[in-house]
């Protein structure tokens, strides 16, 4: 009995597939893994009534950026890295993220972008930030280029570039920043949802979907919450489990207390609109 033939199509290989590649083999080996769900009710209402009082958009993604830069910040560990013999501990988040942009064509496609200093910014300048960074053209950033050359040097150079990061913190830091977030929410899948992304930071964290979760309330009655999926990857070879339940219980307490969305995000993001193009 012969076997049909295979129904294929090919392409061909993208060079910027051998930047992410370049990318994963800096995952760290000793990452360990957890999962929560987080109240973001609140946090939500407010996004929606700063979004219809300034009419324009609030990016959730920008505001879990902050949280987690402020709880890096109270939680040193987590922006802690091992250079030979020696601990460095940045005293700054410059939090790697990827934004999806559009081309020309109308594609959509992710690019890596790092907030510096995030810890040091109002929730206000970091939605700005990435709202005007989201819309900037490809070819104005140094970075993009920098990925798209690194992305056609011969596979062998490619990994050792790899290995040098890996043992350097301040040239992880000037590439990718000293700690990471990625976010795969689907509006129109509401299912739960986690990912557990490569880890080449000391932390990396996950956005997953948003769901519904019914919640016991203190008086003992039961109310539908809307809830968060958010995962994370820490390296255990240098940061330990105590550091991270108290770095996670600090994340959480400033999402679910929708810490930045307040009155002077409000004032601060009006006269971003007054003063500079939107």
Known sequence: MSIPAPRYREAEWPAIRNAVGMVLRQHRPHTAYGASEVDVAEALDRIACYQR???IAVSFHSFVLHCLAQAAVAIPAVLTYRRGNRLVTFEEADVGTVLEKRLPDGLRVPVGYIVR???RKSLAQINWELRRAARSDL???????????VARLPGWVRRVLSA????????L??????IGLTNVQTRAFHSPFWVFPPNIYTLTMA?????????????GTTEVRKVQCISSGADHAVVDGMALARFAQRFVHLVETADGLDAAFEEQSS????????
């Open 53 to 55: 009082s300034l009419r």
């Open 117 to 119: 200093a995030a810890d």
């Open 139 to 149: 070819q104005d950033e140094a970075e993009v280029r920098f990925r798209r050359r």
């Open 164 to 171: 040098r990061v890996v043992r350097d913190p301040f040239l």
């Open 173 to 178: 830091r000037r590439i990718h920043g000293t």
């Open 207 to 219: 956005i997953g979907n948003l769901t519904r979760r019914v919640v016991a309330q203190p008086d």
């Open 271 to 278: 006269r971003f609109l007054q003063t500079q193009p939107a």
